[in-house]
């Protein structure tokens, strides 16, 4: 008789009619555990979809079914740009659905139910909301503002200068609420943006105010257009626009304006407290002061002139006079001559760089 080691008696814990009540299990609860995924870039397959839902799951403190991956399965429809994500628990399931708008791949996907998913059912199975306390913040989202770039009250923004930043673009729509969502669209080759945004703002009642402000405002060469994504090309004027609501749009346009000068790119940079008027009067002095702004200025780009006003011997009020002006062939120049100018010391003066209208210095307006 062979030892008890080699006796080949199947164990009960590996008897196949012992495992059934698990796989039945599993088929009950898959409509709970299941979540639709729309909105795919072509270039998603199952292996990037899982390794992202795994890791985004991971970092809000989404996974509560233990150690180890929450995905056990992905179904990608490609022709539809869709997928089918399967948790291993009904509670992962419903804290993936705060993961709606999240961006995959430089796009907002949808996070949804799908349409097998019975909700009556899914009551007896475990949580049906996502946990209050997921850390969103971790992976870009605002919490509770699933689903925050979808809806009625979601803005187009478009015609944005391809050299504004994320930041930029943001600080300008902030400028009437904080947001609860936003998106600036970027090439997923380059990573360049494409000229437009949406956005959601945390109060709704902002959302024509900032749409009549900011459609029509000239941006460089370019011309916003703001209004309301599921409003198509015509921008109606809000039903409950109201003196007060033109008196708001005024002073966000001003303000607005302000930032165009002051915040937002130019190929000019303003510098102030570089030079006295004092230092610019003597000849030699100047030629020396002129050269050393060049030869700084050439360090952060193509710098086309520099301009530094000089008073005027009979005394006039001549514009500008203490500032310098840098020049650059593009935006890119300026904004790193910005950064790095702007809060460094020049004869014992802190130096404060803002950007100018290229305009005014084309005219050689120097006053603003």
Same mark, same amino acid.
Do not use: W
């Given at each position: 008789?062979?030892?008890?080691?080699?006796?080949?008696?199947?164990?009960?814990?590996?008897?196949?009619?012992?495992?059934?009540?698990?796989?039945?299990?599993?088929?009950?609860?898959?409509?709970?555990?299941?979540?639709?995924?729309?909105?795919?870039?072509?270039?998603?397959?199952?292996?990037?979809?899982?390794?992202?839902?795994?890791?985004?799951?991971?970092?809000?403190?989404? =996974?509560?079914?233990?150690?180890?991956? /929450?995905? &056990? #399965?992905?179904?990608?429809?490609? $022709? %539809?740009?869709?997928?089918?994500?399967?948790?291993?628990?009904?509670?992962?399931?419903?804290?993936?659905?705060?993961?709606?708008?999240?961006?995959?791949?430089?796009?907002?996907?949808?996070?949804?139910?799908?349409?097998?998913?019975?909700?009556?059912?899914?009551?007896?199975?475990?949580?049906?909301?996502?946990?209050?306390?997921?850390?969103?913040?971790?992976?870009?989202?605002?919490?509770?503002?699933?689903?925050?770039?979808?809806?009625?009250?979601?803005?187009?923004?478009?015609?944005?200068?391809?050299?504004?930043?994320?930041?930029?673009?943001?600080?300008?729509?902030?400028?009437?609420?904080?947001?609860?969502?936003?998106?600036?669209?970027?090439?997923?080759?380059?990573?360049?943006?494409?000229?437009?945004?949406?956005?959601?703002?945390?109060?709704? =009642?902002?959302?024509?105010?900032?749409? /009549?402000? &900011? #459609?029509?405002?000239?941006?460089? $060469? %370019?011309?916003?257009?703001?209004?309301?994504?599921?409003?198509?090309?015509?921008?109606?004027?809000?039903?409950?626009?109201?003196?007060?609501?033109?008196?708001?749009?005024?002073?966000?346009?001003?303000?607005?304006?302000?930032?165009?000068?002051?915040?937002?790119?130019?190929?000019?940079?303003?510098?102030?407290?570089?030079?006295?008027?004092?230092?610019?009067?003597?000849?030699?002095?100047?030629?020396?002061?002129?050269?050393?702004?060049?030869?700084?200025?050439?360090?952060?780009?193509?710098?086309?002139?520099?301009?530094?006003?000089?008073?005027?011997?009979?005394?006039?009020?001549?514009?500008?006079?203490?500032?310098?002006?840098?020049?650059?062939?593009?935006?890119?120049?300026?904004?790193?001559?910005?950064?790095?100018?702007?809060?460094?010391?020049?004869?014992?003066?802190?130096?404060v760089a803002v950007f100018y209208p290229e305009d005014k210095f084309a005219e050689g307006d120097y006053d603003d």
């Open positions: 008789m062979l030892p008890n080691m080699f006796n080949f008696t199947a164990p009960t814990q590996f008897n196949p009619l012992a495992m059934q009540p698990q796989a039945m299990t599993q088929q009950a609860t898959r409509h709970a555990r299941r979540v639709y995924v729309g909105g795919l870039p072509p270039t998603a397959n199952e292996q990037t979809v899982a390794i992202y839902f795994n890791q985004v799951m991971a970092a809000i403190g989404g =996974n509560t079914a233990g150690p180890g991956d /929450a995905v &056990l #399965n992905v179904y990608i429809n490609h $022709d %539809k740009k869709f997928a089918f994500v399967e948790m291993r628990s009904v509670e992962e399931a419903s804290n993936a659905m705060a993961l709606d708008g999240i961006m995959f791949e430089g796009a907002p996907v949808k996070v949804r139910r799908p349409t097998d998913y019975n909700p009556s059912l899914a009551a007896a199975l475990g949580p049906s909301q996502p946990n209050p306390n997921l850390n969103l913040g971790a992976v870009g989202l605002t919490p509770g503002s699933a689903g925050g770039l979808e809806g009625p009250d979601r803005i187009f923004v478009g015609g944005l200068p391809y050299y504004f930043t994320e930041a930029q673009v943001r600080e300008l729509l902030e400028s009437f609420g904080p947001l609860r969502g936003f998106d600036l669209v970027k090439d997923r080759e380059t990573g360049n943006s494409k000229g437009y945004a949406f956005c959601v703002y945390q109060d709704l =009642n902002v959302t024509d105010i900032a749409c /009549a402000a &900011l #459609n029509g405002i000239k941006m460089g $060469d %370019k011309t916003l257009t703001v209004r309301r994504a599921n409003q198509g090309t015509s921008q109606p004027r809000p039903e409950q626009e109201t003196i007060l609501l033109q008196a708001h749009q005024q002073l966000q346009m001003q303000k607005i304006m302000l930032q165009v000068g002051g915040a937002l790119p130019t190929k000019v940079v303003c510098l102030t407290q570089v030079v006295s008027a004092d230092e610019l009067r003597d000849d030699e002095e100047y030629e020396d002061i002129l050269e050393d702004m060049r030869e700084e200025g050439r360090k952060y780009g193509n710098l086309v002139k520099a301009v530094i006003p000089r008073p005027d011997p009979s005394g006039a009020v001549v514009p500008g006079v203490g500032k310098v002006f840098l020049e650059y062939a593009d935006v890119d120049g300026s904004t790193k001559a910005k950064t790095g100018m702007h809060g460094r010391k020049f004869g014992g003066n802190q130096v």
